[in-house]
C-alpha cells in the first residue's frame, strides 16, 4: 500500500506515541510534522478538534489516535497488532478502551487546566484527581494482565498488540504526573519488556526532534 502518511505529532503526548510505535512496527515511512513548529492556530485549522494526533492520509486529515491505529492494522498486516481470534480481539480492545477512554482523558492538559481554571482547585488537586482515576483504572489493568501474564511477555502474549501500544505511553504520562507503578507487578513486567523493544524506544518522546 502506498499512502503518503504526515503524522502531525508531538514528542511528549502519549495519543502521537501510540501511532509512532504501531507505524515503527509495520515499518511504514511517514513524515512528521512538529505540531508546536507550526504557525499559532495552523493545527486547530487541520484538526477541527485540536488534539494531537492528526495523521493525514494522502492529505486527508484523520483524528483520533484509536482511528489511526486501525487504520494501520487494516492497512499494513504485518505484524498483526490484534489476535486472530474475534473474543481475544474484542478483548484487546476493551484494554485500549480502559486506558484511551477511561483513564488518559482525566489526566490531559485540557481537563486539569479547567480544573484550576474553571473551578479553582490547586495544582495539587489536580494531580489528586488524575491520581485517582488512574490508581482505579491501572488496578483493573493489572488483574487483567495478572491473568494473561503466563502467555508472554506483552499485555497479551508472545506479541505486541493495540494493547501494548496504548498502555506503554499512557504510563509515560503517568509517571511524569506521579502515578507509583509499584503495586501493579503485572503491569510493571509487560512495561519492562516493552520499553526496551526497538519500535518503542524510537517513538519514545525523549528520542524524537522535539523532545
Ligand atoms: N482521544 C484522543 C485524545 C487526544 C489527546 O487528548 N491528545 C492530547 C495529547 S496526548 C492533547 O491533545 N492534549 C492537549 C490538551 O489536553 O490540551 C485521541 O486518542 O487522539
Redesign the pocket.
Known sequence: MSYKLQLYSVAA????ERVRIALALKQVKYETIIITDLPPGEFSRINPQ????ALAIDGQVI????AMLEFIEETWSQPALLPEDPVRRAEVRAFCQMV?SDI??VG????R?KLREGFGLSEADTLEWYGHWAATGFAALEKILTSTRGEGPYCFGAHPTLADLVLIPHMH?AHGLGIDFTGFPSVMAVFGHCVVQPAFVGAARENQPDA
Open positions: 503526548s502519549s495519543a502521537c485540536g488534539l494531537m494526533p483524528n483520533q489516535s484509536m484511551l488518559h482523558p490531559t492538559n485540557r481537563m487546566k504520562t
